[in-house]
């Protein structure tokens, strides 16, 4: 469940999903799929995106290009 944004500096919480941008990875654990989902408020995502790391987990990374209209605001990200 989405409590609020990933960058821990941001209390935002995810009123709105269309403002920012939500990650679902789907990843193995042992033989058990797991999913799990990442939430950037709009303001943090303008700054910042996801980096995911080869260990599986998820890490807040400065943005190297800026952000285009027309994407979804909802990406999968397949771990493993």
């Not at 920012?20 to 799990?36: A, N, W, Y």
């Not at 303008?46 to 260990?55: N, Q, S, V, Y």
């Amino acid at each position: 469940m989405l409590t609020k944004c990933f960058n821990p500096a941001c209390r935002e919480k995810p009123d709105y999903l269309r403002n920012g941008r939500v990650v679902r990875m789907v990843g193995p654990t042992s033989t058990v799929k797991s999913v799990e989902h990442y939430w950037l408020c709009g303001r943090c995502y303008g700054k910042f995106d996801f980096e995911f790391k080869a260990d599986g987990t998820v890490a807040l990374c400065p943005r190297r290009r800026a952000v285009t209209t027309g994407i979804s605001p909802l990406v999968d990200y397949l771990a493993g």
